[in-house]
């Protein structure tokens, strides 16, 4: 559409599950300040703000040349003032103000350290914060009890706080499958979350478990589990059991019910591999061998039936999710979650056996894994 002078418009869609995000983009600049004031809400738990800039930040990736005037930005979608301010700023002076003052504030630094830490989120991180925790070793002077999960956040903080790459998230890929394999011939396990969308690092590594057969797959995680204990494979891991029921169905909230497994793995290195993290340095000059790193992994069993709708869950990106959760809602009256869709007017549940049939049940145009990258 033409705007009338020489600036074209673009009509983008309102809803991000309405467009192709790919993983590259003409403009990181805009989009990482405002993933950053994002992430800032986020740990200060405003999600109303958080979820303003990651919308923002979303319409920038998907904008398909790169912006050198505000202009152009005339008929984009989720762009609200305070966004347009940050952008305005990074036009005229090249960064905005308020992103480098939170990068460098001292409650930032310290809430991104600490969340950091598996096991901590932004409430306990407030609160450590508040007492004047800063730091690991602050941490550690207060004498503050930790979880099991924190205990083995910190012990594995190094590891954990360096990116896995995609030949990590392969190999860990066919541990995972001879373990499946070995509890349960048949089980399919897929590699889901951003791995599937085709980012070449990530913070964890994320796998969806089914059967063909519905009901063989209950019950898998403790036995895997144990397969890889056995194997020495698991630093950490704690399961959960499947708990949901179509009556106790909150069909819209974003947790899910399935039976699953929250680890941490213990990779081991090819032999003759760089040693990579301060640990290793250590433990080397200690005379240990340690061809090994901490990986946070995900395992995820999902009845057969839900599949498809787990895997579109499970996919991301979170913003994506949400998105066609909020579509699912305002425009269609109906329900997703990571189990199923409910159908309000028909007060029914809609089947589906792939991600195509649930965008067709959604009315909406089918947006493969790799432009879900909103
Ligand atoms: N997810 C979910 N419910 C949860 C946790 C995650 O539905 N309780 C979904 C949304 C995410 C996907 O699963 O897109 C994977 O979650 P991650 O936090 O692992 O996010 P990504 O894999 O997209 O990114 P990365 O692991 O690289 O940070
Ligand atoms: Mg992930």
């Given amino acids: 559409a033409s705007s009338g002078d020489e600036t074209a418009t673009f009509s983008m869609p309102i809803y991000a599950c309405q467009r192709r995000t790919t993983l590259d983009h003409r403009n990181a600049v805009f989009t990482e300040a405002l993933s950053l004031l994002a992430e800032n809400a986020e740990l200060s738990q405003d999600e109303g703000r958080a979820v303003a800039f990651r919308r923002a930040a979303a319409t920038l990736k998907a904008f398909p040349e790169p912006l050198t005037d505000a202009r152009q930005l005339r008929g984009c979608p ?54 004047g925790i800063r730091n690991l070793p602050q941490l550690h002077q207060s004498g503050r009890v930790l979880t099991r999960a924190q205990q083995a956040g910190v012990a594995h903080y190094d590891d954990l706080t360096q990116s896995v790459t995609r030949a990590e998230a392969d190999t860990i890929g066919q541990i995972v499958e001879e373990a499946v394999g070995a509890k349960l011939p048949s089980a399919r396990v897929t590699l889901v979350g951003g791995f599937r969308r ?11 478990i089914t059967h063909p057969e519905e009901g063989r797959e209950e019950g898998l995680i ?32 974003t947790m899910d019910h399935f039976e699953r497994c929250f680890s941490i793995f213990k990779l081991p290195m090819p032999e003759g591999g760089e040693p990579h993290s301060r640990q290793d340095d250590v433990a080397l000059r200690r005379g240990e061998c340690r061809r090994w790193r901490a990986v946070r992994v995900d395992l995820v069993v999902c009845p057969f039936s839900q599949f498809a709708f787990a895997l579109l869950g499970w996919t991301g990106s979170k913003l994506f999710e949400r998105e066609l959760r909020r579509w699912a809602t305002q425009q269609k009256n109906m329900s997703l979650s990571s189990h199923a869709l409910y159908d309000n007017k028909q007060r029914k549940y809609l089947k589906a056996a792939t991600e195509e049939e649930i965008f067709a049940h959604l009315s909406l145009e089918y947006i493969p894994p790799s432009e879900r990258n909103a």
């Avoid at 036995?223 to 106790?248: G, I, P």
């Fill in 78 to 131: 989720c762009l609200g003032q305070h966004s347009l301010s940050v952008i305005q700023d990074i036009l005229e002076n090249g960064s905005s103000r308020e992103v480098e003052a939170t990068r460098r504030s001292e409650r930032f630094k310290a809430m991104k350290l600490l969340t950091a830490i598996f096991g901590v989120g932004a409430k306990t991180a407030a609160q450590w914060f508040q007492e």
């Fill in 198 to 208: 085709g980012k070449l690092s990530g913070h964890d590594v994320d796998f969806l």
């Fill in 222 to 253: 403790p036995k895997v589990v144990a397969h890889l204990e056995a194997r020495d494979f698991l630093l950490y891991h704690k399961n959960n059991r499947n708990s949901y029921t179509e009556a106790s169905g909150t069909p819209a909230s």
